[in-house]
Each structure stands twice: as structure tokens, then as C-alpha cells.
């Protein structure tokens, strides 16, 4: 069982950044691969990025690959997500979620573990 808390949302305005976290419980961490999703209310769970389970493969949307950075430290179990020059369009829930592949994973139905969810909030 993994257990993934994301921190690290809130509200910025618009050409800010932020750096979201998502701590997990567990050894296996480094097992995982790890992936982000944001969803906004009424609309399905967006794919954001995801990374392999040693951190030497990640993949994005092709929307957010020139702003968002995905990065692990497996030693604290933890997968970051910085996002730089935001937009009102960011404005979503963000979700960390981990996959039991080891490689990066785009379908959220590959994923076995989710988070609680963090609001971001980019104002224009």
C-alpha cells in the first residue's frame, strides 16, 4: 500500500510559479513511477506529466512540457511537479498519483495509488 500527500498548491497570480510535492508512505517508492493529473470541476482528469521509476525518464503533456518539471528524490520519497509562468487556465486541483510500472505512464487507469488532491488557483 502506498499513501501519496501532495502539498505545495495555493494562489498565485498569473506568470508565477509554484512548486508542488507529493510525500509517500512506503519503501517501495522507488519502484513506482509517478505521475501528475489536474482536474477542474466538470471535466474529465488531465494528464500533466509523469516520471519513470528511477527518474532518468519523464514525460509530459505537450501543452505544459515547456513550463512544467517533473523530478523525484526517491532517498525522500517524494515527486515534485514545478510549474513556472502560470496561467488562469492552470487552475485545477492537481493530483500525484503512482503507477506499479516502472516506466512513465500517461493512462490514469495505469495508475493504482492517488492523493487527496491539491488546489491551485492562478489569477489573471
Known amino acids: 500500500q502506498v499513501q501519496l500527500v501532495e502539498s505545495g498548491g495555493g494562489l498565485v497570480q498569473a506568470g508565477g510559479s509554484l512548486r508542488l510535492a507529493c510525500a509517500a508512505s512506503?519503501?517501495?517508492?522507488?519502484?513506482?513511477?509517478m505521475g501528475w493529473f489536474r482536474q477542474v470541476p466538470g471535466k474529465e482528469r488531465e494528464f500533466v506529466a509523469s516520471?519513470?521509476?528511477?527518474?532518468?525518464?519523464?514525460y509530459y503533456a505537450n501543452s505544459l512540457k515547456e513550463r512544467f518539471t517533473i523530478s523525484r528524490d526517491n532517498a525522500k520519497n517524494t515527486v515534485y511537479l514545478q510549474m513556472n509562468s502560470l496561467k488562469p487556465e492552470d487552475t485545477a486541483v492537481y493530483y500525484c498519483?503512482?503507477?506499479?510500472?516502472?516506466?512513465?505512464?500517461?493512462?490514469?487507469?495505469?495508475?493504482?495509488?492517488w492523493g487527496q488532491g491539491t488546489q491551485v488557483t492562478v489569477s489573471s
Open positions: 498519483a503512482a503507477s506499479r510500472l516502472s516506466t512513465v505512464v500517461r493512462l490514469s487507469t495505469l495508475y493504482n495509488y
Open positions: 512506503g519503501r517501495t517508492f522507488s519502484a513506482y513511477a
Open positions: 516520471i519513470g521509476a528511477s527518474g532518468g525518464s519523464t
